[in-house]
């Protein structure tokens, strides 16, 4: 099994960073405020591609509707301040660990004294009253949306869930868009996998490498891509690339996505302050509604983001680059023979261009200039061409792309 862990890249760019804010105190009625809590979103400032808007999202979250430790509000809230658009709180149908801290809490209320018998959210729902608790699934998603209409907060969420069965044979799953999480349990991986489809939802193939000494397709996995219900892979969960997932998503025509799977607060993971941004899709849409954002993952406009890191396909990576770096001849001599390009990134992502044995960190919203000379065959100056670094690709590698002079 074959990962990488994208710290090296990131230290480049966090080395050193520092945030400091500083506050004009504001005199109120009873007293003096000295910090306005309005402004600790993080901001990710993208660019616009081909007429499309750049969203960034997390479709693997967890709260303590299963095995996380944070509520759906707060899930929502961090979302918000760590600068995405869009999230998916995808809870398990089959691990509901923390439900268990609950019902015991509650058995003083129960008639006997005693907790309700936990029971599998695969169990399927039953009517007696008297039956074992069956969790409603939606809770997570109604929780997080209820919050989003009380607080006002413009971020975006979406239902979904996490479909667990055993790892190293049939890995795990997370399904999006969904209608009604409860209607789509079942023991059967594959009936869960057909329910969803039946609401129209979007499947992701959770951190393919994960508990695995392959990532070869198994019996299971062949089945289910054999069988159309995997529409994207997860190619990085939290920091940790899985190259050849790259390279299975552009051959099977299968949506590139990152997620942070997310179970503590996420300020314990990533400091916002200091360079880096939480793990996130980057995704291509008209607009921040659902019908956009899902048409543009089906057509596999996305980029994956991970510790200063974008994986993706080369034609979504060059437009990225091109749209958020400007460059411009700033300087020529004819009789040297060499001509200088002032690069500017317009975009809260740095990049690494590595030109021969040098390599250029082009900060975020920071300016350098690049001198380059003249082809010895045809006398005609060299385009400005870099191998980025921090990008990937197809085939594990970091593509070459050629910088549009004078957009």
Not at 288 to 299: C, N, V
């Amino acid at each position: 099994m074959k990962r990488l862990l994208l710290i090296l890249v990131s230290a480049l760019f966090a080395a050193g960073a520092t945030a400091q804010v500083v506050e004009t105190p504001v005199k109120g009625k009873t007293g003096i405020r000295l910090y306005d809590k309005s402004v600790r979103r993080t901001e990710i400032i993208l660019p616009q591609i081909k007429g499309y808007n750049s969203y960034k999202a997390d479709f693997h979250i967890h709260t303590i509707y299963s095995d996380g430790e944070v509520t759906p509000r707060e899930r929502v809230r961090e979302a918000w301040y760590d600068g995405l658009d869009i999230i998916a709180i995808t809870d398990h149908l089959e691990i509901r660990t923390y439900e268990k801290f609950m019902l015991k809490a509650l058995a003083p209320y129960n008639k006997d004294g005693k907790p309700y018998t936990y029971a599998n959210a695969g169990a399927g729902n039953k009517k007696d009253k008297d039956a074992p608790m069956l969790s409603n699934l939606n809770a997570g998603y109604e929780e997080a949306l209820f919050i989003i209409n009380k607080e006002e907060i413009p971020i975006m969420a979406v239902r979904g869930t996490e479909i667990w069965r055993n790892p190293r044979t049939t890995g795990e799953y997370n399904a999006i868009f969904l209608k009604d999480i409860n209607a789509i349990c079942h023991k059967d991986l594959f009936e869960c996998f057909r329910r969803v489809k039946e609401q129209g939802g979007f499947i992701i193939h959770n951190h393919p490498g994960w508990r695995r000494k392959t990532m070869d397709k198994s019996e299971d996995q062949v089945r289910a891509y054999g069988e159309k219900w995997v529409d994207a892979i997860e190619v990085v969960n939290g920091t940790t690339l899985y190259p050849q997932m790259i390279d299975r998503c552009v051959n099977e025509n299968l949506t590139i996505t990152a997620s942070t799977d997310v179970h503590r607060p996420s300020s314990q993971v990533w400091a916002r302050d200091c360079g880096i941004f939480r793990t996130h899709t980057i995704i291509f849409a008209k607009e921040k509604s659902e019908k956009a954002i899902k048409d543009a993952l089906k057509k596999r406009r996305t980029i994956g983001y991970s510790a200063n890191n974008l994986i993706g396909e080369e034609v979504w990576l060059e437009q990225f680059l091109n749209s958020a770096v400007d460059c411009k001849v700033v300087a020529e001599n004819e009789k040297k023979g060499h001509r200088a390009f002032q690069l500017t990134n317009t975009c809260s992502i740095p990049f690494l261009l590595r030109r021969g044995g040098t390599v250029y960190v082009l900060k975020p919203f920071q300016s350098l200039r690049v001198n380059f000379g003249k082809d010895k065959n045809s006398g005609k100056y060299r385009k400005p061409v870099f191998t980025v670094d921090n990008m990937w690709t197809v085939g594990d590698k970091h593509p070459v792309f050629t910088l549009e002079i004078d957009k």
